[in-house]
C-alpha cells in the first residue's frame, strides 16, 4: 500500500510563491508523480507531472514559467515550487502516483492519490 501525503499549503498574497511537498511511503516504487488541482465548482485539472527517471515534465498552460516540479533526491518525494502565484490558483492541490515509468496526464491512469492541501491567494 503506497501512501501520499502533502504538505506546504496555505494563504498568500497575489504575486507571491509557495512550495508543495509530497512524501510517498508504504513500499519503494519507481513511478510518475503528478500535482492535481481541484477549485470549487471545477474539474480536477493536472497541473505538472514528472516522469519516474525526472527526465520527462508536464505542465498546463496555465502554469507554465511559473510552476516548477522537482523529485527529491530519494525519489520519492516529489516537489511543486509555485510562484507569481494568481488568485485563479486558488485550489486543493492533490499529489499523486501512477505505477508506470513514462509520464502520463490522464487522472484514471493514477494509482494512488494524497489527502490534499488547500492554497489560497489573495488578491
Known amino acids: 500500500q503506497v501512501q501520499l501525503v502533502e504538505s506546504g499549503g496555505g494563504l498568500v498574497q497575489a504575486g507571491g510563491s509557495l512550495r508543495l511537498s509530497c512524501a510517498a511511503s508504504g513500499r519503494t516504487f519507481s513511478s510518475t508523480m503528478g500535482w492535481f488541482r481541484q477549485a470549487p465548482g471545477k474539474e480536477r485539472e493536472l497541473v505538472a507531472a514528472?516522469?519516474?527517471?525526472?527526465?520527462?515534465?508536464y505542465y498546463a498552460d496555465s502554469v507554465k514559467g511559473r510552476f516548477t516540479i522537482s523529485r527529491g533526491n530519494a525519489k520519492n518525494t516529489v516537489y511543486l515550487q509555485m510562484n507569481s502565484l494568481k488568485p485563479e490558483d486558488t485550489a486543493v492541490y492533490y499529489c499523486?502516483?501512477?505505477?508506470?515509468?513514462?509520464?502520463?496526464?490522464?487522472?484514471?491512469?493514477?494509482?494512488?492519490w494524497g489527502q490534499g492541501t488547500q492554497v489560497t491567494v489573495s488578491s
Open positions: 514528472i516522469s519516474s527517471s525526472g527526465g520527462s515534465t
Open positions: 499523486a502516483a501512477a505505477n508506470r515509468f513514462s509520464l502520463v496526464t490522464g487522472s484514471n491512469e493514477y494509482d494512488y
